[in-house]
């Protein structure tokens, strides 16, 4: 089977790498060059490359499986795996310390090696079409102007990938979450040992207006994020480093991580983009699949805010659900063999309905909860309690706590937390709320960053 693959970031690149593994000839196109010999990759066009992100336990499997040389090269460049400890003995995976940009050219500086994978440099123009209506299916792509033909065509080019936005229904689930954020890395003096941590491969401070996360990479490198509300402007100055600076030392716990007898920062502060949670099906605006013979995946099916590092995680389920719904609609017989790709299409879309478009609701609900709650708006008990607020309320109904480790690893849908949802109901009923954070206040930190600035 031939396949052309849209965009070579993690998506595009895993995909490509496990079919190829699958007896497929595979070519995958992306604007970008690659990494340079030295310095800086600056991968334009992604706006979230240099930002943060948390390898899961669910990325590191699919690596190890789909691209097993991959992980040589990750561990050669410094990724740290991370294990928790079990009460009866053992280990539990939880992940890999790594950036997104090392994990990328990771990958990429092994897919192109790969047997049966073409890597080329060129921007996709359209995707070809064999027949009209309600016959027509995907026939390859064309790029800078040459036809490229292909059995199947995976749209692997993001949530802001324009070139089949035509064919496909708008998003059905998830819009603007109301949060912005600032970026910025870190590492570590040789020898300087971490700040806290509230679990193997993160720390988090929740504050009177705002959040505070940082997320651990390789070699000591470390990402701070500042996240505030979007419609308010008194924080915009944290995208000025002497903004970001007065913040990181006014505020307790990230003050430990950039103290700079512990860390120094590496890059300038990165703004983030409009956050966005969003859903896509593989679908066009009459409800049939979008065309047949292409196939949506990664962030051009599903996107979540960077609060719990979901993003990874989603786009690896994807690619294994997909590289399985081709074998399973793959007749061995045939000769040469070729999936079923209406098949594929259709058994893809519904499980993305069912796996993936839970989480951006999730994560819609919560990102409301967030902004209302900054806003200075109450917790309402007798309406739904968001899932952030359930696992809060395990600090006071342990009865709450056993639903929390499957729901956090991504071993269970959000749905999970209904059962213990009452709980959090009576706990919020009761008049509890959940701290905030020590340290100060929005409006205070507003006055710390404006004063810096000026």
């Known amino acids: ?66 691209a097993p040389g991959a992980m040589a090269r990750l561990l050669a460049a410094g990724a740290e795996p991370v294990t928790i400890p079990l009460p009866g003995g053992g280990v539990l995976p939880a992940g890999l310390r790594c950036r997104r940009s090392t994990f990328e050219a990771a990958l990429r500086a092994e897919v192109a090696q790969c047997p049966g994978i073409d890597l080329r440099r060129g921007h996709v123009d359209a995707v070809r079409m064999d027949g009209a209506g309600a ?11 040459i036809a490229a033909d292909a059995d199947l065509v995976v749209d692997a080019s993001g949530r802001a990938g324009r070139v089949s936005r035509g064919l496909r229904a708008p998003q059905s689930a998830g819009g603007v979450c109301g949060i912005a954020y600032v970026d910025r890395q870190y590492q570590l003096h040789p020898g300087a ?51 970001f600076d007065a913040a990181a030392r006014a505020i307790p716990g990230l003050s430990d991580w950039t103290h700079p007898d512990r860390s120094r ?28 013979g292409l196939v949506f995946v990664g962030d051009a099916v599903c996107t979540t805010t960077p609060n719990f590092g979901r993003g990874l995680a989603t786009t690896m389920l994807q690619v294994d659900e997909l590289l399985r719904l081709l074998e399973v609609h793959t007749d061995p017989s045939d000769t040469p ?34 902004r209302r709650r900054w806003a200075g708006e109450d917790i ?65 930190l507003a006055r710390v960053v404006a004063g810096a600035v000026t």
């Open 193 to 243: 040992g971490p700040g806290p941590l509230v679990n193997p491969l993160a720390w988090q401070g929740n504050f009177d207006g705002y959040q505070c996360l940082i997320f651990t990479h390789e070699r000591g490198i470390f990402s701070v994020l500042l996240v505030r509300p979007s419609d308010r402007r008194d924080l915009v100055d944290l995208r000025f480093e002497s903004g």
């Open 265 to 292: 920062p590496i890059t300038s502060v990165l703004p983030g983009g409009t956050m966005l949670n969003a859903y896509r099906s593989q679908r066009g605006p009459d409800g049939s699949l979008a065309l047949p």
């Open 380 to 444: 309402d008990p007798s309406g739904p309690i968001p899932s952030n607020l359930i696992m809060e309320a395990a600090a006071v109904d342990p009865r709450i706590q056993p639903v929390i480790g499957p729901y956090v690893a991504m071993l269970a849908l959000p749905t999970s937390l209904q059962a213990v949802e009452p709980y959090a109901r009576a706990v919020y009923a009761g008049g509890w709320r959940p701290p905030y954070s020590d340290g100060p206040t929005r409006a205070e």
């Open 337 to 370: 063999q070729r999936a079923d790709l209406v098949a594929v299409g259709e058994a893809f879309d519904t499980w993305t309905e069912a796996m993936m478009r839970p989480w951006v609701e999730d994560h819609g609900v919560m990102d409301e909860s967030l």
């Open 1 to 66: 089977m031939r396949v052309a693959v849209i965009g070579a970031g993690p998506a595009g690149l895993m995909l490509g790498a496990g079919l190829a593994r699958r007896g497929a000839t595979v070519t995958l196109f992306d604007r970008d060059p690659g990494p340079p010999e030295q310095g800086v990759w600056p991968r334009k066009g992604v706006m979230q490359f240099h930002h943060a992100h948390a390898i899961r336990p669910q990325v590191v499997s699919t690596a190890q499986r789909e």
């Open 135 to 145: 016959g027509a299916r995907a026939a390859g792509v064309v790029v800078d102007g």
